[in-house]
């Protein structure tokens, strides 16, 4: 039996989506930028997974734009950094490694200072400090994430989008772990550039999509068309946006046997001494989708994940998305995952001798 507990890190892609992508590559694999009859097909097909991309998610499609990764992320706030106006960039430990590493090449180059937000012990996002570091630095671009990707932690997006606009700041939120999950309506939220990879909520790697409203879209819309001209397989970007509907018509039902298997989760550890993250207790305020486990009481972590590797059991070292996490495991869940799984994989967690693989 293989168990994938690592969806956080690539989706596990159902079989009907697997044989959907397959249908499109059939259909349209020609270069969208040329001018011949296929070429014109693999555009249309485009524009109409843009038109179902922006009914979903309550959007214009002409504030919509594909991309082929998280690359494209990072060269599209290079260039917002040239045409927008702030005077420092706000972010968090938990964001993605690359897209930190590009706002200090951005604070450095702009000379703007790049600040961290402060967070409690559960990964909660520190509201007051939030509120203090806008008030102290206004004009502010604030990127921070609506899931946190280690511990599951949902950000409490529509606050902190009022606190951002109070301080004329702009927002962007990545929803690449809440695509699919929750309903994400950018416009109501008020949230001014959105960015999500498309791995991390169906499987398929070198696509995704960010939303950008018309006022960032106004000063940058020349350049950004110049990064995303879409030439990329547009099968994939046609599977991608079917998948966000698909996910949309299944989102309660996913979700509360997500939410389920989090319950079978606890059960079985309850009397362990292996502690979860609060959001078993609070499960309004982090995503059923990633759970954090803290074994402390494992002198060995390393000898662990060995055992689970030999068992066919697929996790994630927190150590190594967050350092001051050495001591915690994250499992990721998709609708895919079973009661089966999490039992055979919780046998062998409470099993803490290691000493027989």
Not at 119 to 125: F, G, I, M, V, W
Not at 129 to 140: E, I, M, R
Not at 229 to 243: G, H, K, Q, R, V
Not at 303 to 318: A, E, G, M, R, W
Request: net charge neutral.
């Amino acid at each position: 039996m293989n168990i994938y507990f690592d969806n956080a890190s690539v989706y596990t892609t159902s079989q009907h989506l697997k044989n959907k992508l397959i249908t499109k590559l059939s259909n349209f694999f020609a270069d969208s930028e040329q001018q011949h009859f296929l070429s014109l097909k693999s555009k249309a097909e485009i524009e109409e997974s843009r038109i179902l991309l922006s009914k979903n998610i309550k959007s214009s499609a002409h504030n919509i734009f594909f991309i082929s990764g998280l690359n494209d992320i990072i060269l599209l706030f290079e260039i917002l950094s040239e045409k927008l106006d702030f005077g420092s960039i706000i972010t968090s430990v938990f964001e993605e490694p690359a897209i930190l590493e590009t706002y200090k090449k951005i604070s450095h180059f702009k000379n703007v200072p790049l600040i961290y937000t402060k967070h409690l012990q559960d990964s909660t996002l520190y509201l007051e400090n939030l509120k203090t570091l806008l008030k102290n630095n206004p004009k502010a671009f604030v990127s921070l994430s609506h899931v946190n990707r280690l511990t599951g932690r949902l950000l409490q997006i529509s606050r902190i989008s009022k606190f951002i606009h109070q301080a004329d700041g702009i927002f962007h939120c990545n929803m690449s772990h809440s695509i699919g999950k929750y309903l994400n309506y950018p416009e109501d939220l008020e949230i001014d550039i959105v960015s999500a990879n498309s791995q991390y909520f169906n499987g398929i790697k070198n696509t995704g999509f960010v939303y950008l409203n018309n006022k960032i879209l106004s000063k940058a819309q020349k350049s950004i068309k110049r990064i995303f001209s879409e030439n990329n397989d547009p099968a994939l970007i046609s599977t991608m946006c079917y998948s966000v509907e698909t996910c949309a018509e299944n989102l309660e039902k996913n979700f509360k046997y997500v939410d389920y298997l989090n319950t079978v989760l606890f059960n079985e550890l309850k009397n362990s001494g292996i502690k979860f993250n609060s959001q078993f207790f609070e499960k309004h305020h982090f995503s059923p989708y990633i759970v954090n486990l803290e074994l402390t009481d494992y002198q060995n972590i390393d000898n662990l994940f060995v055992k689970f590797d030999l068992n066919d059991i697929y996790v994630t070292n927190s150590r190594l998305l967050y350092p001051e996490y050495g001591s915690n495991i994250r499992i990721s869940f998709s609708e895919s995952n079973t009661e089966e799984e999490i039992k055979w994989f919780t046998d062998i967690l409470k099993n803490k001798t290691l000493n027989s693989f």
